[in-house]
């Protein structure tokens, strides 16, 4: 493989102005200047990059890759603290992207035939076109931008849409990942990183493709009348089934929701009264 290993202060002017790694160099008198990054010239295809060591390389800042980029088999790393960046500035194709604790950014499109997963706060995920994959994962605060639209057979995450957190779901992830590659305690399943690298290095696959369907939404009743703030509304509130079935101290029945905070009160005596 043709490339060429340069100084940052050599190929910034090629890099996107909102991407992380020219924002931060910017605004701190040039801190990468003399960073290490290897530069792939035109389209290029790759069998495999290993994002820990990309080509054998100690102390690479960021690959670079100006044109589209195929990688028929996987990208990936171990190190999610501190992996090698990489940017494409075209279209990424690759059949596995297992990744965290880099800056990873596709001025086009992104396409992973199988699974993408990035993990940790340190890793960041930037698609300014298009982004598919058949199961598409991100977790431990990993973050995402996709400007383009979104194409993903199963999303799992650990976010809903209104950005409350909530623990992955355990029986999903047996159900979607190879047995092999989940690591099963008393506690909790996990996902193997090193086991996936060895199927991918052999050609497996680290997920049950027919098992990869997309989650249904679950069909919630709109429980009142219309969605205007009214008496007959309100009261419907005191008729939950959150109601407890037993008055407190105070003879009243109360329940409380936290995240927007209600509190909802159906008074018995000693006289009858609805608060919410």
Same mark, same amino acid.
């Given at each position: ?23 931060? !160099? ?5 801190? @990468?200047?003399?960073?290490? $990054? ?26 670079? $890759? ?84 979104? !194409?993903? +057979? ?7 849409? @209104?950005? !409350? ?88 029945? +109360? ?8 509190? $909802? ?10 608060? $919410?």
């Amino acid at each position: 493989m043709n490339y060429r290993i340069l100084p940052f202060s050599q190929i910034k002017h090629l890099l996107p102005v909102d991407s992380w790694a020219y924002v931060r !160099n910017e605004r701190n008198n040039g801190e @990468f200047e003399n960073e290490s $990054v290897i530069l792939l010239e035109g389209d290029t295809r790759l069998d495999s990059l290993n994002l820990d060591k990309p080509f054998g390389e100690e102390s690479v800042f960021i690959v670079l $890759v100006d044109g589209n980029l195929v990688v028929d088999s996987y990208i990936y790393n171990e190190d999610t603290d501190g992996a090698t960046g990489l940017t494409v500035l075209g279209d990424l194709q690759a059949r596995n992207m297992v990744v965290g604790g880099q800056e990873i950014y596709v001025t086009g499109d992104l396409q992973v035939s199988e699974l993408f997963w990035g993990d940790y706060n340190h890793g960041d995920l930037t698609v300014a076109g298009n982004a598919a994959a058949l199961l598409f994962m991100d977790t431990e605060e990993y973050h995402v931008s996709i400007h383009g639209e979104k !194409n993903f +057979k199963l999303r799992i995450n650990e976010w809903d849409e @209104f950005g !409350n957190g909530y623990d992955l779901d355990e029986d999903l992830l047996q159900e979607v990942f190879m047995q092999e590659c989940l690591i099963q305690t008393d506690e909790e399943v996990m996902l193997y990183r090193e086991r996936m690298l060895e199927h991918f290095e052999s050609g497996r696959s680290v997920i049950v493709p027919d098992k990869v369907t997309a989650a249904s939404e679950i069909d919630i009743p709109f429980l009142f009348e219309n969605a205007e703030i009214s008496i007959v509304n309100l009261c419907r509130l005191t008729d939950s089934i959150l109601m407890p079935s037993e008055a407190n101290a105070n003879g009243n029945l +109360k329940y409380e929701l936290q995240d927007d905070f209600y509190r $909802v009160i159906r008074s018995q005596a000693p006289l009858p009264y609805r608060a $919410v």
